[in-house]
């Protein structure tokens, strides 16, 4: 059943037993019923196009039946459609399938295999490449000057390609992932000086080019292969179903949703326990390899290898259009765009528009991208029965009447007409006008089952907890001892009361030290912004860290999470010393932190972004194990009831609570909260202290940077104040708001607290 956000004075919608629903308009009929996806007929269609999770669209994880795993549909379709090619390229001569078929087909495969190639770092982790040519470039003249030149088989010599594509690769991903700088458009840049280079060095070098170009010979057809056609194709089928193949299994696993992840935020990704290095040489290997094996099969395609038509811009700009026109975030979206690409360009040539070639497919991208900026998947993905029957009857109309062109223009005037309105009915406001199903992301609760829970999504705010829970009673000391792994926290509208001991909480003793500052400085330039810095912060302690604006508290935040390092001083966590590791190591050493304006996972839904912390935290895990304790994790902070909506539908409060639940999630020993109260009105800020007190009642020790002092004085344990880069004052709360020094610095008056 299709749910609804209820709207006051709309008769079609009525809400009983807690669940929203959809009355039908009277008059609509099957028509309507089958746009809105409610017939049995759509599952064939969505298993075509993929319809199952994924890092940068829905949940990934693995299907099960009856308790047993079951393979994705997506990935059965790839198979079916793999196998169905196949026998198609191995019976050519038996069905009649002419050679220009199979020469037009392996050019798809091969442009699917370079366009999911590039997609698995460009698209993916979004680190934009121009660098595609170096590849195609390396795997053809290694294929054209071995075989040609010296006589080695050409099938040795396509893992000879792989080994020095990926070399290239990782050495270029080696200098631009090292530095920091290297992001955006300057990773663009040097990515597309890489096959300028190797250019220059293949035309003046004889042994590889010199200036003559380099033929490749046709090699040994396999006995059942009848012709170098029917051969040319089987070959670039079978490089571009791996090629897809290594993108869907990098999707749905741990790698798919770390590089999702780096495209969204790297810095907090890496925060958050994502060893971004890694992955994005992973993704930066695979894309070199498989880049460099295609390159091998287009060698022997075109026959003749030269400078220019592999190291040129067409590739790479080829490239480029097909994913970003089929959608950049999921594995089918490069094959979407080199099917639609591939068959337009030689409908264009066959009808001699080939001066006009460039010029058409410009307006057809610029069209797509301004109409559809996340790609034709996600639109083909809302409405796979309108755009299959608009397929079917635009291509078999014209079959029929047959009063113009043949097979292939016929298909591509209805994959055009399929786009077009997939594009159309994606629309929201088209689509209203419609009365259809909203498409794309939902970001109201998906199931409301109370009338609490309906509430707090309407009123876009979590009801404060009752008062006899921020209240914890003490419990025998074998109970506390589980520590925060194993203490259950209880969620904002639970009612009952649950009984915690508080480590260090106002009036108890204090843990042994926790976190080690000792003479710790950091230099912007001539700008110091810590200066000699000394602080101990005790297991079960809740700090408030204060100062006036530019004192260095976020400085001191992003020391202890790894953001930045300092220029002097050391840092210890739990007695290691983490002064120089990576952030994500010191993540999983215990430490984790929110940030002052949040930065949510825009690609993952709320449950996701918790699951992230989870699976790449410090017991790491899969993210269909990850989900079920994310969604506990939620309801700690009352959002479970917006799991499934993505962070653009939250306001600032819920964003706000979705931070600190990521945070918690990571099971951390030490949880920073960079001015996690900004912005939030008294109400919310209530909420939220009801919520910092559960997780600090749960053993978590905490620190928090805030200028409300009424918070302050009803939380903290101790406060330190920082002015100038120092550290001004330590101590009890009520001692240290009422220091004159304080008053002076912070207050700028006589103050009363």
Same mark, same amino acid.
């Given at each position: 059943?299709?749910?609804?956000?209820?709207?006051?004075?709309?008769?079609?919608?009525?809400?009983?037993?807690?669940?929203?629903?959809?009355?039908?308009?009277?008059?609509?009929?099957?028509?309507?019923?089958?746009?809105?996806?409610?017939?049995?007929?759509?599952?064939?269609?969505?298993?075509?196009?993929?319809?199952?999770?994924?890092?940068?669209?829905?949940?990934?994880?693995?299907?099960?039946?009856?308790?047993?795993?079951?393979?994705?549909?997506?990935?059965?379709?790839?198979?079916?459609?793999?196998?169905?090619?196949?026998?198609?390229?191995?019976?050519?001569?038996?069905?009649?399938?002419?050679?220009?078929?199979?020469?037009?087909?392996?050019?798809?495969?091969?442009?699917?295999?370079?366009?999911?190639?590039?997609?698995?770092?460009?698209?993916?982790?979004?680190?934009?490449?121009?660098?595609?040519?170096?590849?195609?470039?390396?795997?053809?003249?290694?294929?054209?000057?071995?075989?040609?030149?010296?006589?080695?088989?050409?099938?040795?010599?396509?893992?000879?390609?792989?080994?020095?594509?990926?070399?290239?690769?990782?050495?270029?991903?080696?200098?631009?992932?090292?530095?920091?700088?290297?992001?955006?458009?300057?990773?663009?840049?040097?990515?597309?000086?890489?096959?300028?280079?190797?250019?220059?060095?293949?035309?003046?070098?004889?042994?590889?080019?010199?200036?003559?170009?380099?033929?490749?010979?046709?090699?040994?057809?396999?006995?059942?292969?009848?012709?170098?056609?029917?051969?040319?194709?089987?070959?670039?089928?079978?490089?571009?179903?791996?090629?897809?193949?290594?993108?869907?299994?990098?999707?749905?696993?741990?790698?798919?949703?770390?590089?999702?992840?780096?495209?969204?935020?790297?810095?907090?990704?890496?925060?958050?326990?994502?060893?971004?290095?890694?992955?994005?040489?992973?993704?930066?290997?695979?894309?070199?390899?498989?880049?460099?094996?295609?390159?091998?099969?287009?060698?022997?395609?075109?026959?003749?290898?030269?400078?220019?038509?592999?190291?040129?811009?067409?590739?790479?700009?080829?490239?480029?259009?097909?994913?970003?026109?089929?959608?950049?975030?999921?594995?089918?979206?490069?094959?979407?765009?080199?099917?639609?690409?591939?068959?337009?360009?030689?409908?264009?040539?066959?009808?001699?528009?080939?001066?006009?070639?460039?010029?058409?497919?410009?307006?057809?991208?610029?069209?797509?991208?301004?109409?559809?900026?996340?790609?034709?998947?996600?639109?083909?993905?809302?409405?796979?029965?309108?755009?299959?029957?608009?397929?079917?009857?635009?291509?078999?109309?014209?079959?029929?009447?047959?009063?113009?062109?043949?097979?292939?223009?016929?298909?591509?005037?209805?994959?055009?007409?399929?786009?077009?309105?997939?594009?159309?009915?994606?629309?929201?406001?088209?689509?209203?006008?419609?009365?259809?199903?909203?498409?794309?992301?939902?970001?109201?609760?998906?199931?409301?089952?109370?009338?609490?829970?309906?509430?707090?999504?309407?009123?876009?705010?979590?009801?404060?907890?009752?008062?006899?829970?921020?209240?914890?009673?003490?419990?025998?000391?074998?109970?506390?001892?589980?520590?925060?792994?194993?203490?259950?926290?209880?969620?904002?509208?639970?009612?009952?009361?649950?009984?915690?001991?508080?480590?260090?909480?106002?009036?108890?003793?204090?843990?042994?030290?926790?976190?080690?500052?000792?003479?710790?400085?950091?230099?912007?330039?001539?700008?110091?912004?810590?200066?000699?810095?000394?602080?101990?912060?005790?297991?079960?302690?809740?700090?408030?860290?204060?100062?006036?604006?530019?004192?260095?508290?976020?400085?001191?935040?992003?020391?202890?999470?790894?953001?930045?390092?300092?220029?002097?001083?050391?840092?210890?966590?739990?007695?290691?010393?983490?002064?120089?590791?990576?952030?994500?190591?010191?993540?999983?050493?215990?430490?984790?932190?929110?940030?002052?304006?949040?930065?949510?996972?825009?690609?993952?839904?709320?449950?996701?972004?918790?699951?992230?912390?989870?699976?790449?935290?410090?017991?790491?895990?899969?993210?269909?194990?990850?989900?079920?304790?994310?969604?506990?994790?939620?309801?700690?902070?009352?959002?479970?009831?917006?799991?499934?909506?993505?962070?653009?539908?939250?306001?600032?409060?819920?964003?706000?609570?979705?931070?600190?639940?990521?945070?918690?999630?990571?099971?951390?020993? *030490? %949880?920073?909260?960079?001015?996690? =109260? @900004?912005?939030?009105? /008294?109400?919310? !800020?209530? +909420?939220?202290?009801? #919520? $910092? &007190?559960?997780?600090?009642?749960?053993?978590?020790?905490?620190?928090?940077?805030?200028?409300?002092?009424?918070?302050?004085?009803?939380?903290?344990?101790?406060?330190? *104040? %920082?002015?100038?880069?120092?550290? =001004? @004052?330590?101590?009890? /709360?009520?001692? !240290?708001? +009422?220091?004159?020094? #304080? $008053? &002076?610095?912070?207050?700028?008056?006589?103050?009363?607290?």
């Amino acid at each position: 059943m299709v749910r609804h956000r209820l709207r006051g004075g709309d008769p079609r919608r009525d809400r009983r037993g807690g669940r929203y629903l959809r009355l039908r308009h009277p008059g609509r009929g099957a028509l309507r019923r089958r746009l809105d996806g409610l017939v049995p007929g759509g599952r064939a269609v969505r298993a075509l196009l993929g319809d199952h999770p994924g890092p940068a669209a829905a949940p990934a994880g693995t299907l099960r039946r009856r308790g047993r795993p079951v393979i994705r549909r997506g990935g059965v379709g790839l198979l079916v459609a793999f196998l169905v090619l196949a026998v198609l390229g191995a019976s050519a001569d038996r069905l009649g399938i002419g050679s220009f078929y199979l020469v037009l087909l392996g050019s798809i495969c091969f442009w699917i295999a370079q366009a999911t190639s590039w997609n698995l770092l460009s698209g993916y982790s979004g680190y934009f490449s121009f660098g595609q040519a170096a590849y195609v470039g390396i795997g053809a003249y290694t294929t054209a000057v071995l075989s040609g030149r010296h006589g080695v088989d050409f099938f040795l010599t396509l893992p000879i390609a792989a080994v020095l594509s990926g070399l290239l690769a990782l050495g270029v991903g080696a200098v631009a992932f090292r530095l920091g700088s290297l992001r955006g458009e300057i990773f663009a840049l040097l990515t597309l000086a890489v096959p300028f280079i190797l250019a220059a060095f293949a035309r003046i070098n004889r042994s590889i080019d010199g200036g003559q170009g380099a033929s490749v010979p046709v090699p040994t057809l396999p006995g059942p292969v009848s012709s170098f056609q029917q051969f040319q194709f089987l070959l670039a089928l079978l490089v571009a179903a791996l090629a897809v193949a290594v993108a869907y299994v990098v999707q749905h696993t741990r790698s798919g949703s770390a590089l999702a992840a780096i495209r969204d935020a790297e810095d907090v990704a890496e925060v958050t326990g994502v060893a971004t290095f890694r992955y994005k040489m992973l993704a930066m290997l695979l894309s070199g390899v498989l880049g460099g094996v295609a390159g091998s099969v287009y060698a022997l395609q075109i026959g003749f290898v030269t400078v220019e038509s592999v190291f040129g811009l067409t590739i790479p700009l080829f490239v480029i259009v097909m994913g970003v026109l089929g959608g950049r975030s999921h594995w089918l979206g490069p094959v979407i765009g080199a099917v639609l690409i591939v068959t337009l360009q030689d409908r264009l040539s066959s009808y001699g528009l080939d001066a006009y070639n460039m010029i058409i497919l410009g307006g057809i991208l610029a069209l797509l991208v301004a109409l559809a900026p996340d790609g034709l998947y996600a639109r083909l993905r809302a409405r796979p029965l309108v755009a299959l029957g608009t397929l079917v009857g635009v291509s078999g109309g014209l079959a029929v009447l047959r009063v113009w062109g043949e097979l292939l223009d016929w298909l591509v005037v209805g994959m055009l007409a399929a786009s077009l309105v997939a594009i159309v009915l994606g629309s929201p406001r088209i689509s209203a006008r419609l009365g259809l199903r909203p498409p794309g992301r939902r970001t109201e609760p998906p199931n409301p089952t109370t009338p609490a829970d309906a509430k707090v999504a309407d009123a876009g705010s979590v009801d404060p907890a009752p008062a006899d829970v921020a209240s914890p009673e003490p419990v025998p000391a074998d109970v506390a001892a589980t520590g925060p792994a194993a203490t259950h926290l209880p969620t904002v509208m639970d009612t009952r009361r649950i009984p915690v001991q508080v480590a260090g909480a106002r009036g108890g003793e204090s843990g042994a030290v926790l976190v080690e500052c000792r003479a710790v400085a950091r230099y912007f330039g001539g700008v110091h912004a810590l200066e000699d810095v000394s602080l101990e912060i005790r297991e079960g302690e809740l700090v408030g860290l204060v100062g006036p604006n530019g004192s260095g508290k976020t400085t001191l935040v992003n020391l202890l999470s790894g953001t930045i390092r300092p220029t002097r001083g050391t840092i210890r966590i739990g007695g290691r010393d983490t002064t120089r590791l990576a952030p994500h190591r010191i993540a999983h050493v215990g430490m984790a932190r929110t940030y002052q304006i949040p930065r949510p996972f825009d690609s993952m839904t709320v449950r996701d972004n918790v699951a992230m912390a989870i699976m790449f935290g410090r017991t790491p895990m899969s993210l269909r194990r990850a989900r079920p304790i994310a969604e506990r994790h939620l309801e700690t902070v009352a959002l479970g009831h917006l799991a499934d909506a993505y962070p653009n539908g939250l306001n600032l409060h819920q964003r706000q609570l979705l931070e600190m639940a990521r945070a918690v999630a990571a099971n951390p020993r *030490v %949880l920073l909260l960079d001015e996690a =109260l @900004a912005g939030l009105n /008294p109400a919310e !800020v209530d +909420n939220a202290v009801q #919520v $910092v &007190r559960r997780i600090h009642d749960s053993g978590i020790t905490i620190v928090i940077v805030e200028h409300l002092l009424r918070v302050l004085n009803q939380l903290a344990t101790r406060l330190v *104040v %920082l002015d100038r880069g120092s550290c =001004l @004052a330590d101590g009890d /709360p009520q001692t !240290v708001l +009422n220091d004159p020094a #304080v $008053v &002076r610095a912070y207050l700028g008056r006589q103050a009363h607290v």
